[in-house]
Nanobody, 124 residues
Framework: QANLVESGGGLVQDGGSLRLSCAVS????????MAWFRQAPGKEREFVACIQGSGRTTYYADSVKGRFTISRDNAENTVSLQMNSLKPEDTAVYYC?????????????????WGKGTLVTVSS
């Protein structure tokens, strides 16, 4: 049974940084692409970033490109999202996601497993 547990959310000021982590168990971690999605209040869940199983290929939403960095540690079964230059519009619940087909461009329906989310609030 897959289990994805996010951590690292919190309150940060405009322009600040946060690092999210996701601990994963119950799957062959290196065979899965891992991604982060987010959902702001009243909005649909949207793709943020993805990293393939090898860790060599990443892909970002235009809204976070150059500010966020996704990484993974296949020895520790973790995936992280370093978020810099945060803006109030980055405020959302951030979800860790796993794709069994190791794709790099994911939509909501592609995800096999979800975490429960961690809240990031950026104050202006």
């Amino acid at each position: 049974q897959a289990n994805l547990v996010e951590s690292g959310g919190g309150l940060v000021q405009d322009g600040g940084s946060l690092r999210l982590s996701c601990a994963v168990s119950g799957i062959t971690f290196g065979a899965y692409a891992m991604a982060w999605f987010r959902q702001a209040p009243g909005k649909e869940r949207e793709f943020v970033a993805c990293i393939q199983g090898s860790g060599r290929t990443t892909y970002y939403a235009d809204s976070v490109k150059g500010r966020f960095t996704i990484s993974r540690d296949n020895a520790e079964n973790t995936v992280s999202l370093q978020m810099n230059s945060l803006k109030p519009e980055d405020t959302a619940v951030y979800y860790c996601a796993a794709d069994a087909r190791n794709r790099i461009r994911l939509t909501y329906s592609d995800v096999a497993y979800w975490g429960k989310g961690t809240l990031v609030t950026v104050s202006s």
